[in-house]
Each structure stands twice: as structure tokens, then as C-alpha cells.
């Protein structure tokens, strides 16, 4: 049984940054592909960013430039670094690798 453990949410000023840290109990990293998600209120859950087993990187259009997402497998972690916060990335973030899902984060922008 896989678990991920998510820590590093938080409340920000407008322009800040946060980095997400999404632990694994197993050595999955290197096997699955990576993603992170949100999901504000009201709104559907979204795909932010994913990285392939390749290391293939994807962003959603609101984020390019903004956030970065990267794995240390050493460490059976994944990091979401978000600079230049906005208001309207305040969500719940979630961490999904293959079949599993975090617990989820909050992280929220205002000033």
C-alpha cells in the first residue's frame, strides 16, 4: 500500500512562492508518472502539472512560467515550486503518482 504525504501549504501574500513537497511511502517515482492537481472551491479538480517517467514535463496554461515540478527519487519526493502567487491559485493542491492520491493541501493567496 502506497501513501503520499503532502506538507508545505500555506497562506501567502500575492507574489509569493510556496514549495509543495509530496512524500512516498515506496520507490515509485521512477515508475509512474507525476502529477500535481487542485481543486478550489466550487470548480472542478485540474490538472497543474505533470511530469512524465521520462522526465516530459507539463503545465497548465495558467501556471507556465510560474511553477516548477520535480522529483528527488533518493528522497521518494515530489516538489511543486510556485513563484509570482496569485490570488486565483488559492486550492486545495493534490499530489498523484499512478494509481494514488495525497490527502491534499490547502494553499492560499490573499493578502
Known amino acids: 500500500q502506497v501513501q503520499l504525504v503532502e506538507s508545505g501549504g500555506g497562506l501567502v501574500q500575492p507574489g509569493g512562492s510556496l514549495r509543495l513537497s509530496c512524500a512516498a511511502s515506496g520507490s515509485i517515482f521512477s515508475i509512474y508518472p507525476l502529477g500535481w492537481y487542485r481543486q478550489a472551491p466550487g470548480k472542478q479538480r485540474e490538472l497543474v502539472a505533470a511530469?512524465?517517467?521520462?522526465?516530459?514535463?507539463n503545465y497548465a496554461d495558467s501556471v507556465k512560467g510560474r511553477f516548477t515540478i520535480s522529483r528527488d527519487n533518493a528522497k521518494n519526493t515530489v516538489y511543486l515550486q510556485m513563484n509570482s502567487l496569485k490570488p486565483e491559485d488559492t486550492a486545495v493542491y493534490y499530489c498523484n503518482v499512478g494509481l494514488w492520491w495525497g490527502q491534499g493541501t490547502q494553499v492560499t493567496v490573499s493578502s
Open positions: 511530469r512524465t517517467s521520462r522526465g516530459i514535463t
